[in-house]
């Protein structure tokens, strides 16, 4: 009993990473064909613009939220672990974790969750239905008609979602600072600190994650989406690949950039 | 330019075989399919029927074999840029396949838009002009999703038609229709064989819709084409899966004349 067992344990393991390798080449082999030239860029311009909106309404409403209360909690929980310190150094914690963590990861998570599952629902839709076919039976490449702007889109939008989620996490830090009786800093203060620990290096590196990770979550999803197979099924499988294997990469692409910037002067 | 418009060309299909693993869909099909001519491919669920057009279409490579369109392999004429294709391709699916995001407009008119090979004021009237053809007239700014599956039908034929193709491939092109709908999509496409001199190649299991269009039918069974020739041919052959396959149709065929009698007499 036992050596069947094994066997198919190991038979199972086999198969997860021959699947993640192939699933890893064909995410590399779709972004490697949908990085658009200059002309491309001109010429999807207006499929460019509508994605970067869907992305901006999907995203805003719930990323203003979330970073507005991480801000705050951000906040409160550092003061009370400081109670024993100076809470002087609240302003750069909580600056320097908005802006070179929490921003870029918690937009990346948003956007995978809402966009990046949607991409991957429409054109694993569209591929069900034959009409990423038609597409191709029209001469019309899907790559360049459906990935190129969707990557492009991210790409642009990820990192102004990021400043954006910053800029709202400090303000719900601010209201922490000024409203919970437990902080002993003054409003004044907490900026000052907040604004002389920032460098501009420290934003940098966020925007730097918000490409990447749009890039990332872009073409996992569209990858997953064009590979769909097996109706609607299918499609809700593929949704929650692509969210999982989005998040993964996120965490991972992450760990490599944090490690890259710790090495920078 | 190289190309004359709609000219119709021939397709054929040399020794083609097809797998999915372990499974031989297709085991040796060999068609010849003149320019010109609507040849209806017939044949039950699962037989391979939409696969066979699917590689004809360039959408899938066979294992093994060989497809010429217009003397051209079908792989190496799909790797010619859309301005040096000496002739055009267009197909109509089993679920339409219109872009759900685009208006009726934009899907037909779509392939000229994305070449920019035509100016809009010429786009704009080739779509009256085909959606016309296809009794859509007047639908141009709906969207798919507020179209019936007739419609949808009618626009993906519009869309076919909108580049003055050479050859038209169809699946299965009344699948989920009622038979009044089936005989209204048979009469249009028999109408672009008697208006334009283009090859079409008609997948479906339906008897009505090869009655109405098929300058030849082809009977595609255990992954070959197991008979060939003329619609009346057909309806006399010995041929035994061939003669199940009939037998089937019509049971269903005058079921559905028996339903629709019945909904008639409640109507009246």
């Known amino acids: ?247 993964v990469l996120v965490i991972v692409f992450d760990f490599i950039i944090v490690r890259m910037a710790v090495l920078l002067p | 330019m190289k190309r004359t418009p709609g000219k119709g060309v021939g397709v054929t299909v040399d020794n083609v075989i097809h797998e999915y693993g372990d499974i031989r869909v297709l085991d040796g099909v060999n068609m010849n399919i003149a320019a010109g001519e609507t040849l209806c491919v017939l044949g039950g669920s699962g037989t391979g029927k939409s696969v066979l057009v699917r590689l004809m279409a360039g959408l899938e490579v066979p294992t093994s074999g060989k497809i010429q369109i217009g003397g051209m392999m079908v792989p190496e004429y799909a790797a010619l840029p859309p301005d040096e294709k000496p002739f055009l391709v267009s197909m109509v699916f089993q679920h339409s396949a219109l872009l759900g995001s685009l208006t009726v407009e934009e899907n037909v008119t779509l392939r000229m838009r994305e070449h920019g090979t035509h100016s809009e004021k010429d786009m704009h009237s080739i779509c009256e002009q085909v959606l016309d053809e296809v009794e859509m007239g007047g639908s141009n700014n709906k969207l798919p999703g507020e179209l019936s599956g007739g419609m949808k039908k009618r626009v993906a034929l519009a869309r076919a038609l909108a580049v003055n193709p050479d050859l038209i491939f169809y699946d299965e092109p009344t699948a989920e229709l009622d038979p009044v709908l089936t005989e209204q999509i048979g009469l249009l496409i028999a109408r672009v064989r008697r208006d334009r001199p283009i090859t079409q190649v008609v997948v479906t299991h339906d008897m009505v819709i090869a009655d109405l269009v098929a300058d030849r039918v082809a009977m595609l069974e255990g992954g070959r084409i197991a008979e060939e020739g003329s619609y009346r041919e057909f309806l006399t052959s010995t041929d035994p899966g061939t003669r199940s396959f009939l037998e089937a149709a019509r049971v269903l065929a005058s079921r559905d004349q028996a339903d629709n009698k019945d909904e008639t007499g409640k109507d009246g």
């Open chain 1, 1 to 247: 009993m036992t050596e069947p067992g094994t066997a198919g344990i190991v038979q199972r393991c086999g198969r997860t990473v021959l699947d993640t390798l192939s699933m890893s080449g064909e995410v590399l082999l779709l972004l490697g064909r949908s990085i658009p030239g200059p002309r491309s860029l001109w010429r999807e311009r207006p499929r460019i613009v509508e994605q970067m909106i869907i992305v901006g309404s999907e995203t805003l409403p719930i990323a203003s939220l979330v970073a507005f209360f991480i801000g705050m909690v951000l906040v409160v929980q550092t003061a009370d672990q400081l109670v024993n310190y100076s809470q002087e150094v609240l302003g750069s914690i909580v600056g320097l974790s908005m802006t070179k963590e929490l921003g870029p990861v918690l937009i990346a998570f948003l956007v995978a969750g809402r966009v990046g599952s949607s991409i991957t629902a429409q054109i694993g839709s569209m591929a069900v239905y034959d009409e990423v076919s038609a597409l191709r039976t029209m001469d019309i490449d899907p790559e360049r008609y459906l990935v190129t702007p969707r990557i492009t889109a991210m790409a642009l939008a990820l990192p102004v979602l990021i400043l954006y989620a910053d800029a709202v996490g400090i303000l719900g830090g601010c209201l922490a600072v000024q409203l919970d009786p437990a902080i002993n800093i003054s409003l004044a203060l907490f900026w000052d600190n907040l604004v002389n620990e920032i460098a501009m290096q420290d934003i940098v590196v966020g925007l730097v994650k918000g490409v990447v990770f749009g890039v990332t979550i872009a073409t996992v999803s569209c990858a997953f989406g064009l590979r769909t197979r097996g109706g609607t099924a299918g499609v809700a499988s593929s949704t929650t690949q692509s969210v999982v294997w989005s998040f």
